[in-house]
């Protein structure tokens, strides 16, 4: 069945470092696009940071831009997310999420994994 499995969270002090990985299985990784998102305590699930199938072409929210990089791996059905310089409002829920490009409305998520910034 599909798994969509996220690790690497944690309690990081602010400007420190964590990487966040997301370990595929059960569909064809490298045609869907994979993205990271996060979901703080009393706030809306949001877009972190996304990659195309291929890796080329990545995007990302303008709260992470120049901290943040978002990462995959084809050949191991993973995909990764490089959080640097982290500060306290990155505490989140972080979310695996997997979009289809065969034009049908499918995608999957992941379980999340915590992510602590604090002192």
């Known amino acids: 069945q599909v798994q969509l499995v996220e690790s690497g969270g944690g309690l990081v002090q602010p400007g420190g470092s964590l990487r966040l990985s997301c370990a595929a299985s059960g569909f064809t990784f490298s045609r869907y696009v994979m993205s990271w998102y996060r979901q703080a305590p009393g706030k809306e699930r949001e877009l972190v940071a996304s990659v195309s199938t291929s890796g080329v072409s990545t995007n990302y929210a303008d709260s992470v831009k120049g901290r943040f990089t978002i990462s995959r791996d084809n050949a191991k059905n993973l995909v990764y997310l490089q959080m640097n310089s982290l500060k306290a409002e990155d505490t989140a829920v972080y979310y695996c999420?997997?979009?289809?490009?065969?034009?049908?409305?499918?995608?999957?998520w992941g379980q999340g994994t915590q992510v602590t910034v604090s002192s």
């Open positions: 999420k997997a979009t289809s490009t065969s034009g049908l409305s499918l995608f999957y």
